[in-house]
């Protein structure tokens, strides 16, 4: 299972509290882990990333393990411990303005 903690907004839209576990097929990147939230909660479709195009929201940002994976290629592996359970992917909804 791979964990997921949600921004607040982001959770309360899903319904949810704390974070969100998913199951993922396959090799675990970002576009897995993603496709399977949005199939456990069909609700955040279009909030993380562009439904026409996939692409990450401006205001969205994904980490793990301390790293931020916004500009990564949506295919390229997650670290280990994200895909064995030990550390949770975030997707943190960015600041803007001033």
């Given amino acids: 299972m791979i964990r997921v903690v949600l ?5 309360t839209l899903a319904q949810v509290s704390g974070e969100v576990r998913v199951e993922v097929d396959g090799p675990v990147t970002q576009r897995q882990v993603l496709d399977a939230v949005e199939r456990s909660f ?17 205001l969205v940002r994904f980490f793990a393990c301390e790293e931020d994976l916004s500009n990564e290629p949506p295919d ?8 064995s359970g030990d550390e ?9 303005g001033g």
Wanted: hydrophobic residues 45%.
């Fill in 7 to 11: 921004p607040p907004h982001l959770r």
């Fill in 88 to 96: 949770p992917y975030l997707v943190v909804g960015a600041m803007a």
């Fill in 42 to 58: 069909p609700v955040l479709v279009g909030t993380m990333r562009d439904r026409a195009t996939g692409k990450r929201r401006a």
């Fill in 76 to 83: 390229a592996p997650l670290p280990d411990r994200v895909a």
